[in-house]
């Protein structure tokens, strides 16, 4: 298609004089009755005079008018066509890597990595990095069922409150230790995930959303009245910590505890730092499941299926397999980050559970630009760092959140990060042969 | 009626019924392999619903179809979902309006075509998850076959172009491309040509003559374009109102007087069949 702009506006400079001689030609057609002949008025009579000058003079206005018009167009479409190429090119470059990209993924790596080690005393530094990780982590969760497979879920905190609950159920009914209790409420969030998932398998966009966000208020209603399972209102308190492979952080004692075991003098923040690293852990293998998933039969299914359901169906994919497995999956991913929440706060609430956190989550998938993985990283760093910093501005600090997510989505109203990596490609495949 | 001695699908007196609007009215047809049968009448004559049909869309109201499938034996196509058509019958169809997945590259669209034998491959992810050999045999294979129909269909400079940029003529190519990955029996096309240009339409009389007769493809075809569907069929089935008016080879179905008349209409009805002659 370009190629035959390419040749429309490189005109030599004879078809443009023919160009102009055509035009010139037509002038003086229009212009012998309306130019070269005109009538006066003699002694009451009307007489045909010529003009013959003017008429000249109006045919040679029209050639040079024309030779510089074209010239003019035939600039202008070459500079838009120029421009294009180079924003196409732009766009083969952004595909063929986009380098700066995976330097920033593995920039913000190495940040993550020594945040704790550069902050170490600095206690508020490693929560908060702990809280963007937490929401990370979700972010990449819910982008599966979001951004990949395209179903749009108002409800998902209702697979975190499932986590959180499952962890603190087991850990202080049953003395369930965090680390057995983390597969379990895993499996447990993802059958929840199959039961949002299968009443609403024909639904989509907006009655899916209805549906989603009702399940997230039932979950919450449940806890709150459930008492004798969930502790009702008031929660489930004194959830045990995780421990370092069997070693509590505790003040010295009489059972080894990570400071005694390797000889360092106890201090609170060892705790702090180590449920960061945890949650960067599991946010990193989070990150990789997905990555990896996104490249299978599986992933790519989810997002044919954002794509076009019935396309799929036509194509013998099972839609309804498809569908339960993007619910369960992010279902069990959230259902993880539930149990980290858990074990850090030790103590958990319906309180914490609320659709407004399903909103966060969701603005985070969308603000860092749908399947973006990269772009969640970014989002929640923007979500959870915007009303930290704004907690100066008091009460104009939703005020502030709102306007700046207003700002991106003006700006960028793809997401952060709208650019989708393919999940194969042929030069690639065959870059050898050529 | 048709040289084969057992059709490859063998319609019999489908009935759709929406409502009180009669769709498809007691339609039987049969299908032979390796042939390419025409479906034509005018608009709203029943052919995209008589798609839908076959291939588990709709539920049809009555009827049977039946198809012998030469590895699994004869089965009914009218009783699987639209996926189970595709997967284990292996009738597989393109849409009037195409239905790509834009955002995907050209290729990954016919992977995606090839979704049931790769999952296999993966054994429910795992073996993908970990990049087992097994699982990476599965996807080169499923690469090399897709890369080949694209070469074949002269698609193979777009491979990694995203589907939904590139020009209508091309994604039509790519939709039947894509269908052609599932490895049907029996391709049904919806409009192919409609939206291409003269050369287009050529090129694609060309593919469909050579997947009937070479890859022994059936294809069934819904098509306005009377040069594409005269020139490739070898047999036309003629609907109208929902009923078959005429059944044929192309030569047949010219002369049919039933057939001038639903299409040039009859008296007074004249106008207001064919309004493109007014124009």
């Known amino acids: 298609m370009s190629a035959l702009v390419l040749a429309h506006h490189r005109i030599s400079p004879t078809e443009r004089l023919k160009d102009a001689a055509a035009v010139a030609f037509i002038a003086l057609l229009l212009g012998i009755p309306m130019i070269g002949l005109t009538t006066i008025d003699q002694g009451g009579a009307l007489r045909i005079a010529t003009r013959w000058p003017a008429l000249l003079a109006f045919i040679a206005a029209c050639f040079v008018g024309r030779l510089l018009l074209r010239y003019g167009f035939d600039q202008l479409r070459a500079r838009k066509l120029a421009r294009e190429q180079a924003a196409a090119a732009v766009r083969d470059r952004n595909l063929a890597a986009s380098p700066l990209l995976t330097w920033v993924g593995w920039g913000a790596l190495g940040v993550s990595l020594a945040l704790p080690i550069v902050f170490t005393d600095n206690r508020y530094v490693v929560d908060t990095a702990t ?118 952080f505790k003040p010295p004692g009489d059972d080894p505890t990570f400071a005694s075991f390797f000889g360092l003098e106890y201090s609170p923040s060892h705790r702090i730092v180590f449920l960061y690293y945890l949650i960067l852990a599991l946010a990193l293998l989070t990150n990789l499941f997905v990555s990896r998933m996104r490249k299978l039969p599986i992933g790519r299914a989810w997002e044919a299926m954002r794509e076009d359901e019935i396309a799929c169906k036509a194509m013998g994919i099972n839609a309804r397999n498809v569908k339960l497995s993007a619910f369960a999956i992010g279902a069990m991913l959230g259902g993880f980050a539930g149990v980290f929440f858990a074990a850090r706060q030790g103590f958990i609430s319906p309180e914490s559970f609320t659709f407004n956190e399903s909103a966060i989550i969701l603005a985070i998938v969308v603000l860092g630009g749908m399947g973006s993985q990269l772009g969640v990283v970014l989002a929640s760093l923007v979500l959870v760092l915007l009303p930290e910093l704004g907690r100066d501005f008091a009460e104009y600090r939703m005020l502030l959140f709102g306007t700046a997510m207003i700002l991106i989505m003006i700006w960028k109203p793809g997401g952060i990060l709208a650019h989708r990596e393919p999940t194969l490609r042929y030069l690639a495949t065959t870059g050898d042969k050529r | 009626m048709s040289a084969a001695p057992q059709p490859l699908l063998s319609v019999e007196r489908l009935t759709m019924r929406f409502g009180g609007l009669m769709a498809i009215d007691d339609l039987s047809l049969d299908v032979a392999a390796r042939q390419i049968t025409g479906v034509i009448g005018p608009n709203g004559a029943g052919k995209t619903t008589f798609f839908n049909c076959l291939t588990g869309f709709y539920k049809p109201t009555l009827g049977s179809v039946r198809l012998n499938h030469p590895q699994r034996g004869p089965m009914r196509l009218e009783e699987l979902a639209s996926h189970q058509v595709a997967r284990t019958a292996r009738v597989v169809r393109t849409f009037q309006n195409i239905r790509l997945f834009p955002k995907m590259t050209v290729l990954e669209n016919l992977i995606v075509a090839q979704h049931n034998a790769l999952q296999h491959a993966s054994r429910f992810s795992l073996a993908g998850l970990f990049g087992l050999p097994g699982y990476r045999r599965a996807e080169t294979a499923a690469t090399e076959k897709a890369v080949g129909w694209l070469q074949r269909l002269n698609l193979i400079d777009k491979a990694d172009t995203a589907a939904g940029e590139l020009p209508y003529g091309m994604q039509r190519r790519i939709e039947i491309a894509r269908a052609l990955c599932v490895d049907p029996l029996l391709l049904c096309l919806d409009e192919p040509a409609a939206g291409l240009n003269p050369r287009e339409s050529a090129e694609l009389n060309e593919l469909l003559k050579h997947l009937a007769r070479d890859e022994g493809i059936a294809i069934l075809l819904i098509e306005h374009d009377m040069s594409v569907v005269m020139n490739v069929s070898d047999h036309i089935c003629v609907l109208n109102y929902g009923r078959k008016i005429a059944e044929g080879t192309p030569a047949a179905i010219q002369r049919d007087p039933n057939v001038i008349k639903a299409y040039l209409g009859e008296e007074d009805a004249d106008e207001e069949l064919h309004p493109e002659a007014v124009q």
């Open chain 1, 131 to 248: 809280t963007v990780l937490i929401y990370v982590m979700l972010g990449w969760g819910l982008n599966v069922v979001v951004g990949l497979a395209g179903l749009l879920d108002l409800g998902y905190v209702a697979f975190y409150a499932v986590g959180a609950y499952t962890y603190g159920v087991l850990a202080t009914q049953l003395g369930w230790t965090f680390w057995q209790a983390l597969p379990v409420a895993g499996a447990m969030a993802a059958s929840f995930g199959i039961i949002l998932g299968w009443p609403t398998l024909r639904l989509r966009g907006d009655y899916l959303a209805i549906v989603t966000l009702g399940f997230g208020e039932i979950i919450r209603v449940i806890l709150v009245n459930w008492t004798e399972l969930s502790g009702g209102p008031n929660g489930i308190t004194s959830i045990p910590r995780p421990s370092f492979f069997g070693l509590p």
